[in-house]
């Protein structure tokens, strides 16, 4: 099992950045994608950001490009991952639920919500105009 755990969620003002992280820890010997999902009021979860496991290759939802960057750190203690969302132009449709989502199976480039094989419970981000 992997355990995934977000933090770094909070209210900004518009045309702010905002950084996420998003820890992973479990499941030694198996490599995995990251990467970020988010669920606006009334919407269903949409694919942000996700990144390969060696980092790589990075993929964007077409809402988000050229605002935010996505990246991971692998060199933290054995069996732990991070990976960061840069969220930069931040606008008020941008607020949402974000969660942090890890996949070991499936190509590189699928980043739908049948492609996530864990979690993780979610962080609020909140846009003010």
């Known amino acids: 099992q992997v355990q995934l755990v977000e933090s770094g969620g909070e209210l900004v003002q518009a045309g702010g950045s905002l950084r996420l992280s998003c820890g992973a820890s479990?499941?030694?010997?198996?490599?995995?994608?990251m990467g970020w999902f988010r669920q606006g009021p009334g919407k269903g979860r949409e694919f942000v950001a996700g990144?390969?496991?060696?980092?790589?290759?990075?993929?964007?939802?077409?809402p988000v490009k050229g605002r935010f960057t996505i990246s991971r750190d692998n060199a933290n203690a054995k069996n732990k991952n991070t990976v960061y969302l840069q969220m930069n132009s931040l606008e008020p449709e941008d607020t949402a639920v974000y969660y942090c989502?890890?996949?070991?199976?499936?190509?590189?480039?699928?980043?739908?919500?049948?492609?996530?094989?864990?979690w993780g419970q979610g962080t609020q981000v909140t846009v003010s105009s």
């Open positions: 989502a890890a996949k070991a199976f499936s190509p590189p480039g699928e980043w739908m919500l049948r492609s996530i094989d864990y």
């Open positions: 479990g499941r030694p010997g198996t490599t995995y994608a």
């Open positions: 990144i390969s496991w060696s980092g790589d290759r990075t993929y964007y939802g077409e």
